[in-house]
């Protein structure tokens, strides 16, 4: 039995389709270094559906330009949400060795860390070459930037592109200019144009050419729906399912070949590394509205100094990638966190049921979690991992190796930036699930924790049941809430000259009842991308928009969208996600053309004679905890028409 999505034309009008500043906390931090780059932009967002997140194109993330929180949620475009992010990063170790046999350690320093937290020990651009002639990509460069595309901007839904200058700006949606609105529109043309496929760039292949060809700049009368329907390559990304790609995606690149860069950070020296960030996000409504995906390809270029003076590549052997996270949900001062090893996530809530910030805006606080959805591979017969959206047979992906926390009042913290026994050697002992405390030269300890507990995931109790370790509880192994910082560890793996592994983190924000009920709609959401990850990412979404035209007569309108047959047959004979079915038209009438659909009435519906009359889907209830079944469309099997008549 096939499930059913129902299309939606708009109609009456014809519908042409914040902030609160917490103190500033880096005092207490590590410094970054200032970004010096002719490339522009260096920021960038992505701000599609139900989550604001900022980038920057040296791997400096979540945290936006003007030195503030990084990820705001909900309708932040709308004003009204709160920040749950002030930063996060990722953070990478491993033995580095000069030959494949791994028998002569690199010299001056074995263990080598990189990355970034609330500094970054890496810098932008891509790495030219490989092994003993790579060298980083000048910053001089005019293309050393990041990139973003989204696939609407030429026919926008209400006013998203005026709400996109003001997140650009990071200016109230009434202080947007014109002018601030054409340079959106004007860069958006600019990536489109320019999106660095040949430096590793994802995009979508349809045309069966090998290789990419540019499609055509896109506009009011060709956009993103005719790039599906005429088979054109597309910029972007896309899973197993080329006709489902996402809506916004943001592209950059950046090495760790800097030792002056490196040892500011973490005081090792480079491993040769360039990394190849993609995220991106869905429009579509449900439980993608509330989710978006981190793609990191870590690829091991060389044109490290190998002790001779040569130069080349190091063959990195027990490696291990760390997501670090420093979360603030609203007030940064009463959070918990926490993980949960049955579904690989790192998670924060708040330790109280109201918090001012998001009482502002009369929301519940909410939580958000980071899901290690595709871990790097390493061989494993008989098994199948997924990398690029397809399957790997003979390996399987690394799952959540530990998880961790540490915040106000306890003894762990991000490892002081003093020498490298004691930075380095603490990272060291971070990534395989130790403790930050010592340095190189003394043995590892585990965190406190609960006897009988599993130390290498610490809080891994269920906040919801009030179950197994918890954060909060005021002992040595359960400090009182506060401000935290919250990570996990994925590892360890190989990395040969010229490999490249993969790490895909999905981020979901969830906004139940009360501050633990928003737990378990975040953990809904994370299981709802696992599944979308499982099935090669085919998201499930509507079909192509039908093309309506309006006739306006003497004390009536015809609204009609059957002239356009190729779009028709695209729109009622596609299957989504090889499982979602056309069966009808909803027309609403809005109040105005900035109207959201909720904002509607449905003033009529014409479904297929198939005997399906209602519309049913799983929706979380955040006041039970369950997923209940509800109605989301109801018809008569009353017949396709592809017009209508209004005369009132």
């Known amino acids: 039995m096939m499930n059913i999505v129902c299309c939606v034309a708009l109609t009456a009008d014809i519908a042409a389709a914040r902030q609160d500043h917490q ?11 200032p970004m010096k780059s002719s490339g522009t932009p260096m920021y960038s967002v992505l701000n599609i559906n139900n989550i604001r997140t900022w980038a920057r194109a040296d791997g400096h993330s979540n945290h936006s330009p003007n030195g503030d929180n990084g990820l705001y949620f909900p309708y932040p475009h709308l004003g009204g949400g709160g920040n749950l992010v002030y930063q996060d990063g990722i953070v990478w170790g491993a033995k580095a060795y000069l030959d494949q046999a791994l028998t002569q350690p690199a010299p001056n320093q074995l263990i080598r860390v990189g990355g970034g937290i609330y500094g970054v020990g890496t810098k932008a651009g891509w790495v030219n070459g490989s092994g003993a002639s790579a060298s980083p990509e000048p910053l001089t460069s005019p293309n050393n930037r990041i990139y973003r595309l989204r696939r609407d901007y030429t026919r926008p839904k209400y006013r998203s592109i005026e709400f996109d200058a003001a997140d650009v700006n990071e200016i109230p949606y009434s202080s947007v200019t014109s002018g601030q609105v054409a340079a959106v529109i004007a ?42 329907s005429g088979n054109y390559d597309e910029p972007g990304i896309a899973g197993a399912d080329h006709h489902m790609p996402a809506d916004q995606v943001i592209w950059m690149a950046y090495n760790d070949l ?63 990638v760390c997501q670090w996270i420093d979360p603030d949900l609203g007030g940064f001062s009463d959070d918990l966190g926490g993980c949960d090893t049955t579904l690989d996530i790192e998670f924060s809530y708040n330790s109280q049921a109201i918090d001012e910030v998001f009482k502002a805006f009369s929301l519940s606080p909410p939580a958000i979690g980071y899901v290690l959805l595709q871990g790097p591979v390493i061989p494993s017969p008989g098994d199948s991992a997924v990398v ?37 050697g603490q990272w060291w002992k971070v990534l395989r699930g130790y403790a930050p405390l010592g340095n190189m030269s003394t043995p590892p300890i585990f965190y406190a924790r609960p006897p009988g507990a599993n130390p290498f995931y610490t809080h891994s109790g269920d906040p919801v049941t009030q179950t197994g370790w918890l954060d909060g509880l005021g002992t040595t192994y359960s400090v009182a809430p506060g401000e935290r910082r919250i990570l996990f560890t994925t ?13 895909v983190i999905a981020v979901a924000a969830g906004l139940g009842a009360d501050h633990l009920s928003s737990v378990s709609v975040m953990k809904y959401y994370t299981r709802f991308a696992r599944r979308v990850q499982r099935g090669l990412f085919n998201a499930p979404r509507g079909p192509s ?14 609204l009609e969208w059957g002239s356009d047959i190729s779009r028709v047959k695209e729109t009622e004979e596609t299957v989504i996600a090889n499982e979602y079915a056309f069966e009808g038209y909803s027309i609403y009438q809005l109040p105005n053309s900035s109207s959201r659909l909720s904002d509607g009435v449905k003033i009529a519906t014409y479904d297929k004679v198939n005997g399906i009359t209602v519309v049913v889907e799983d929706q979380y209830d955040s006041q039970t905890g369950l997923l209940v079944p509800v109605v989301i469309q109801k018809g008569s099997d009353s017949g396709i028409r592809r017009f209508m008549k209004i005369t009132s």
């Open 388 to 424: 690029g959206f397809h399957r790997r047979f003979g390996y399987k992906n690394i799952r959540m190796s530990s998880a961790a926390l540490w915040g106000s009042g306890d003894p762990y913290g991000e490892p002081p930036n003093n020498d490298y026994s004691t930075n380095t």
């Open 187 to 228: 860069q958006y043309e600019k990536d489109w144009a320019e999106w660095p496929i040949q430096l590793g760039a994802p995009y979508i292949e349809r045309n069966g050419i090998p290789g990419y060809q540019q499609p055509p700049r896109l506009s009011w009368d060709f956009n993103s729906d005719s790039l599906i």
């Open 23 to 33: 103190p500033d906390k880096t005092g207490k931090r590590f410094s970054e270094s």
């Open 258 to 320: 800097d030792s002056i860069q490196t040892r500011g950070f973490s005081r090792s020296l480079p491993l040769g590394l360039e990394v190849q960030k993609t995220t991106w996000a869905y429009s579509s409504s449900g439980s993608l509205y509330n989710l978006y995906f981190n793609r990191y390809r870590i690829i091991n270029k060389g044109g490290v100094d190998l002790g001779n003076g040569s130069k080349g590549a190091f063959y990195p052997d027990s490696m291990y």
């Open 491 to 503: 590892g360890p793996f190989r990395l040969a000259p010229g490999d490249t592994q993969e790490i």
């Open 545 to 558: 928009s039908p093309r309506v035209k309006a006739v306006e007569l003497d004390k009536e309108i015809i």
